[in-house]
């Protein structure tokens, strides 16, 4: 165990498969049932067109090619040794199961050093034939299943219009729990009028459903969003000072399990689409602030949890 506060991502895979771990971004053209119609258009209320789309990623080129070039760029950058192809934009599980079978492989076997995928939905698409093609999936790569989250608190959900319920979170986490995937969930810290409790309570909850990692995000507007016009009219509040959001994921921190993994500590906007808060063009502002209090107190990640895992 390293003598760092909490357990960073990147130390959990230079452990599990000793060298340096990147994952390589593509987007598959998927969309997603709260855009098209099928659940309602327009999305969630921070969902932007670009889907949160990697900026190196050319979502018209074949997934083959993305992967490619996106592995191209993280070896000369960074030095990147092995693989994770991330399906990141929209609903990654939102198609026929075919179609994601093909797609999945096809990322798969586009390099050696691919060493598995990361992909990202809703809890509400997870049926039984997607989580087998996963878990037969993982009998030879990594699969970490990243699952939209966001908040256990059911009158967010709503306000946010993700038209998908709290059970149906807890239900995909547990069913996908057991067919052995590392199991990743996104989660909105302080979301709307959230108490700081609610924020510990929902790390707690991760922590007891044996959720493998999160990946933490703050509310932040990005333009021409339903969100915007919340913003703008003082309905919504985010957190402008990167000092106070720092410091709620200390809290959670504290408070889940010490062997959960953290994929990150705040959601990225680039300046050109962003309303609020500014600080949310600063890629590393919450890491370096969490790893600064954190030190101060003297305090680490599972400090006051206490479940057994
Ligand atoms: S579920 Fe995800 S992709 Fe769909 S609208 Fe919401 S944020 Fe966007």
Redesign the pocket.
């Known amino acids: 165990m390293s003598n760092f506060p909490y357990r960073k991502a990147s130390a959990f895979f230079k452990d599990k498969f000793n060298a340096r771990v990147y994952r390589v971004a593509v987007d598959a053209g998927f969309?997603?049932?709260?855009?098209d119609g099928t659940l309602a258009r327009?999305?969630?209320i921070?969902?932007?067109e670009e889907?949160?789309r990697a900026s190196y990623v050319n979502p018209k080129a074949p997934i083959k090619e993305q992967v490619l070039d996106g592995i191209g760029k993280l070896k000369s950058s960074y030095g990147a040794e092995k693989f994770i192809v991330y399906f990141q934009?929209?609903?990654n599980t939102y198609a026929p199961i075919e179609k994601l079978r093909l797609l999945y492989f096809e990322a798969l076997s586009s390099h050696p050093d691919v060493i598995g995928i990361s992909i990202s939905t809703?809890p509400d698409l997870l049926p039984e034939s997607v989580l087998d093609l996963l878990e037969e999936i993982s009998k030879k790569y990594f699969v970490m299943l990243e699952i939209?989250v966001q908040t256990f608190n059911y009158k967010s959900l709503i306000k946010?219009?993700?038209?998908?319920t709290v059970s149906d979170s807890i239900d995909a986490i547990l069913r996908a729990k057991k067919r052995g995937l590392h199991v990743v969930a996104h989660m909105i810290l302080g979301l709307f009028d959230e108490i700081n409790i609610e924020t510990i309570e929902g790390g707690r909850i991760l922590s007891v459903l044996g959720v493998d990692g999160v990946k933490i995000h703050h509310l932040y507007v990005i333009k021409d969003t339903p969100l915007e016009g919340l913003y703008r009219r003082n309905r919504v509040k985010v957190y402008e000072n990167p000092m106070d959001f720092a410091n709620l994921v200390v809290r959670f921190l504290e408070n889940i399990s010490p062997s959960m993994v953290i994929h990150r500590v705040q959601g990225f906007a680039p300046k050109r689409r962003l309303v609020a808060p500014l600080w949310t063009s600063n890629k590393h502002i919450i890491s370096n602030l969490v790893e600064k209090i954190m030190r101060e107190k003297g305090t680490y990640q599972g400090k006051f949890y206490r479940y057994n895992d």
Request: net charge positive.
């Open positions: 969309t997603c049932p709260n855009r327009g999305g969630c921070f969902c932007d889907g949160s934009s929209y609903s809703r939209g946010a219009r993700r038209f998908h």
